[in-house]
Nanobody
Framework: QVHVVESGGGLVQAGGSLGLSCDAS????????MAWYRQAPGKQRELVAS??????ARYADFVKGRFTISSSYKYTVYLQMNRLSPEDTAVYYC??????????????WGKGILVTVSS
């Protein structure tokens, strides 16, 4: 069974930095991707950044130049968040996605972790 666990987060002042980590366990897939999503109160969940197992990263426009996604170890992803603003306040979710030829991809989500940016 695949488990996805986020860590980090917390409270930070506007302009500050924070890091989030995510670890996925229970999978042996060689083709996978990991991503960070966020959901602010009253808003839909939105993609923040993603990275493939090969290290190809993509970012939402609203975090380009401020957030960096990286993966130093297999099934682990880190999100460095700089120049945070109150608009970044949200619950951040990690998604682990595996790919198998000729079959739908499988998605596994963490429970989410709260990031609060005070003004």
């Amino acid at each position: 069974q695949v488990h996805v666990v986020e860590s980090g987060g917390g409270l930070v002042q506007a302009g500050g930095s924070l890091g989030l980590s995510c670890d996925a366990s229970g999978s042996s897939s060689s083709r996978y991707a990991m991503a960070w999503y966020r959901q602010a109160p009253g808003k839909q969940r939105e993609l923040v950044a993603s990275i493939t197992g090969a290290g190809s990263a993509r970012y939402a426009d609203f975090v380009k130049g401020r957030f960096t996604i990286s993966s130093s170890y297999k099934y682990t992803v880190y999100l460095q968040m700089n120049r945070l603003s109150p608009e970044d306040t949200a619950v951040y979710y990690c998604k682990f996605q595996t790919f198998v030829p000729s079959a739908p991809s499988a998605e596994y989500w963490g429970k989410g972790i709260l990031v609060t940016v005070s003004s």
